[in-house]
Structures are given as structure tokens and as C-alpha cells.
């Protein structure tokens, strides 16, 4: 099953991809990482999925990656009277705490940090943007705001305040027991929804422990303002442009994609791209030009991966969308301006022994025209250092580690195969001489390029490169 290509993809699973031959088909077609989406479907239907995934793995005897995606603190207006109201622009809106149904006056928001974090000035955003408010008065349990975007506004829609920061938690408590119960089922990732602040990270951190690796997902501006902290407190970081697109004017969502992006690839952390990707594909066996080009601007820019949505969850062409994706990912990956793209937003190695071998490898297999990097790694951050490089050869890393080789399914080119820890240096030669033509990454007499960390099995020691001829 090896993949022909360097970006991995995410596929969300939902009712469109609920049984394991759905779930088989996606895989052969190209999916790298599983998404399951807590905001949806009950803790059985993700054990089923789940389930599926992982005996799909056991027969193809290859690594894939589960990602848990929590809802967060999704927030929401109240009911109206008869289900809706409508709004006109410049009139008067009061939003409050009370309970009772909302009319073309008022609306219940039923969250009192709203009114703790509003300022007069402050714009509410309901519906994705689709109404628009700005408040003039503010109580300690209302505010009084004027439409400046009018239209209908019906039940439980959700808001956004994209100009203050609300004390909120990140964990919410359906966060958290969907988040104990991912983590018991073996889940690889845990994405933390509405990141606002570094300690949203950190407080999801000391819940997490080591039993995952936790993916921030960007999308609040306040998150931007605190870009270098997040990335550096996760172990990857997804551009979410639904909402990042609902609380910022869309024409900035594309220079904070390429911030996010080059910022990530900087760090050396795993950066996916999201939303709305091939969305046309929900209803249609193609997708649009257009977004057949914003794919492939995310893999010129050296994303991780990319993600699929709505596409697999609920839409008539899931494996379609996936075939569609790998498509657009490989013919980019063959363009001559890649490369160069590629390396053009190639950032020096930082001044420790690990990244200076492993910068050293990239360049020692491309002048030897290597048939491949191979590291030995057993936390996964030999591979995730050589991942960073972007090297025009594939990477093929080994590891004694199932989870690390699950958890190495997002990271861009890398080819993990769980075996065992090489016992010296010889014997790390043979293993990856033979493994590398079994697997077809390399033939007799072509070189190949291996680092590893001495004494074998230490986590992050990486120490040693080695150049040999593959025998026959």
C-alpha cells in the first residue's frame, strides 16, 4: 500500500462512510488518516468505525491514523416563536440571558461569558456571518445592538465574536468524556477545536498525556495572534477555514493559510489543511476548477496533508473525492515548480546534532542521487526532523512502535513499517537493505541513506547517518 505521492490525506468518516467496505474503499483510494468528528454520531457508531479501521490496518499490514476531533464550545442562540424571526438592517436587537423564545426584538444567548468579554464596538456574528450585529449597550446579562446585516434568523444558531477572546474553556465536559473515551478506544490524534490561547493547549496536553498527540486546530483570530506559542506547545496544527473564514474577511483567509503553513513547516510540525477543500463533491462526481486549484495550492505551499470533510462524511461521491484528491496531489508533485516551491520555503536546521544529520542526510541522498532516506526511529522524531527537510526522495522509516507509526500517517512523505529495533549497525543496514526492496523503495546497487539514534531504542537521539549500497 505504498502511496506514490509526499501530502497524505485526511477523510472524515460519517453516514456516507459507515460501513468497512465504504471504509475499504476510501483507504485503497488513498486516505492516510481517518477523521472521526465527535460533533456528530454517538459513541457506538465511532467504535464501529473504529473497529473497522483497525482490522482494515491488521490485513493490509499497514499503519493508519485516527483522528478524534472534538466539538469544543460551539456556541448558540436560543429558540424563537415559530421556529424564526427576521431582521432589518439598522433596527434595534437586544440579546440577553432570559430564557423565554426569541422574536424580531430580542434572541436568548444562553452564554453569560458573551456579555462578560462584549464591548460596545463588539460585532456578534450569527449564522456564519449571515446576520451581523453591533453592540452599542452592554449589561452584565444583555446587550443592545444595532443590525448591520440583516436577514431571517432561526433556531440554535451558532455565533461568533471574532474581535474578543471569551473565558472560555477549550474543553468542554462533552469534550472531555468524548475525549476519555477516544483515548480508550486507541486513537492516534486528539484535535482541539477553537483554540484561542496557548493554555488551551496545554490544558488539553495534561489531559492527553502520551497516550495521543494533540492537533490544534486554527480558527480564531486570537489564535493567530499567538501562532508561534500554539505550534510550538502541539504536535501538529490543522488551518480550519470554516470558521477562520466566518470571524476573518475571506481575502485574509489566504495569507493566514501560508503564515500558518510556512510557520509550521518552520517548527518541524505537522500542518493540515481543512474545509470545504473539494466541497462541490458532496453533490457532484467532479469538483470545480476552482477547487481542484485550491488543493493544489496547499501542496505547493508543503502542507502535511489536506482533509476531506462533508466530501466523505455525507456526500454521494466519497471514494470519488478521495481518487480526486490523490489525483490533483500527485500531478503536483510531478510539476517541476514544486521542487522549487518546495525549497524556496526551506528553513535552516537549528544548531542541535539531530538536525544538522538529518539536514545532512537530505543533502548527502539528493547528491547521490539516493533511492531513499531510510530513519530508525521509536518516538517518530527522527522521521518527523527528515519530514521537515522535504527531501525529493521518498523516507522510509522504520520503527518498533505500532502507535508511532500510526501517529507518523499525517507527516508529509513519510512511509512507516513497523519492525523490529535494529540491535547494532550491521544489522540496521541489512533490515533496511531488505526491507527497502521488499517494499520496492529501492533496488540492488542503488544507495540509500539511514539515520538513527545510537544506543538503539533511545527516543530523539538522532546521532548516526550511514551511506550503503543495497545488496541483491
Not at 542503488?446 to 538513527?452: F, P, Q, S, Y
Request: with cysteine.
Amino acid at each position: 500500500m505504498r502511496r506514490f505521492r509526499n501530502a497524505k490525506i485526511l477523510a472524515t468518516l460519517g453516514p456516507s462512510s459507515d460501513t468497512p467496505d465504504v471504509i475499504r474503499s476510501l483507504f485503497e483510494a488513498g486516505a492516510d488518516v481517518f477523521r472521526f468528528n465527535f460533533s456528530h454520531g454517538s459513541h457506538e457508531d465511532h467504535r464501529k468505525r473504529y473497529q473497522a479501521v483497525r482490522a482494515l490496518e491488521r490485513e493490509f499490514e499497514h499503519p493508519i491514523g485516527v483522528l478524534v476531533d472534538l466539538q469544543g464550545p460551539k456556541l448558540r442562540v436560543g429558540v424563537f416563536e415559530g421556529g424564526q424571526a427576521t431582521l432589518e438592517p439598522g433596527q434595534s436587537f437586544r440579546v440577553d440571558l432570559s430564557p423565554a423564545p426569541g422574536t424580531a426584538e430580542r434572541a436568548n444567548i444562553p452564554h453569560p461569558e458573551l456579555f462578560q468579554a462584549l464591548e460596545p464596538g463588539t460585532t456578534i456574528l450569527i449564522d456564519d456571518g449571515r446576520i451581523r450585529l453591533r453592540a452599542d449597550e452592554v449589561g452584565p446579562d444583555y446587550a443592545v445592538t444595532e443590525v448591520e446585516v440583516g436577514g431571517e434568523i432561526s433556531d440554535r444558531k451558532g455565533f461568533n465574536v471574532p474581535d474578543v477572546i471569551l473565558p472560555l474553556a477549550a474543553l468542554t465536559e462533552k469534550d472531555r468524556r468524548d475525549l476519555q473515551f477516544g483515548l480508550d478506544l486507541g486513537c492516534d490524534w486528539i484535535a482541539l477545536s477553537f483554540v484561542q490561547r496557548p493554555e488551551d493547549v496545554a490544558e488539553a496536553r495534561k489531559l492527553v498525556g502520551n497516550r495521543a498527540r494533540v492537533m490544534s486546530k486554527l480558527e480564531k483570530p486570537s489564535a493567530i495572534d499567538h501562532l508561534e506559542q500554539i505550534i510550538e506547545l502541539s504536535d501538529a496544527v490543522m488551518v480550519a477555514r470554516g470558521d477562520l473564514g466566518v470571524e476573518m474577511p475571506p481575502e485574509t483567509v489566504p495569507g493566514v493559510q501560508k503564515q500558518i503553513v510556512r510557520a509550521s513547516r518552520r517548527a518541524g510540525k505537522p500542518v493540515v489543511v481543512a474545509t470545504q477543500m473539494l466541497d462541490s463533491m458532496i453533490s457532484a462526481a467532479q469538483p470545480t476548477r476552482a477547487e481542484a486549484s485550491d488543493v493544489a495550492t496547499a501542496v505547493y505551499d508543503g502542507a502535511d496533508a489536506v482533509m476531506l470533510s462533508g466530501e466523505t462524511a455525507a456526500g454521494k461521491y466519497p471514494t470519488e473525492s478521495v481518487t480526486m484528491m490523490s489525483r490533483i496531489i500527485r500531478q503536483v508533485e510531478k510539476d517541476p515548480l514544486y521542487r522549487s516551491l518546495l525549497d524556496s520555503g526551506q528553513h535552516d536546521p537549528e544548531a542541535t546534532a539531530a538536525d544538522a544529520i538529518t539536514a545532512a542526510a537530505r543533502q548527502v541522498a539528493e547528491t547521490m542521487r539516493a533511492a531513499a532516506v531510510v530513519t530508525y526511529t521509536t518516538s517518530g522524531s527522527t522521521a518527523l526532523r527528515a519530514a521537515r527537510e522535504r527531501p525529493s526522495v521518498p523516507i522510509l522509516c522504520l520503527t518498533p512502535n505500532t502507535k508511532t507509526a500510526q501517529q507518523l500517517t499525517v507527516a508529509w512523505g513519510v512511509h512507516t513499517v513497523v519492525t523490529e529495533d535494529a540491535t547494532n549497525i550491521n544489522d540496521m543496514v541489512e533490515r533496511a537493505g531488505e526491507l527497502s526492496q521488499t517494499l520496492d523503495f529501492a533496488q540492488p546497487g542503488d544507495r540509500l541513506v539511514v539515520t538513527a539514534g545510537v544506543p538503539f531504542g533511545t527516543p530523539g537521539a538522532t546521532n548516526l547517518l550511514r551511506i550503503f549500497w543495497v545488496e541483491a
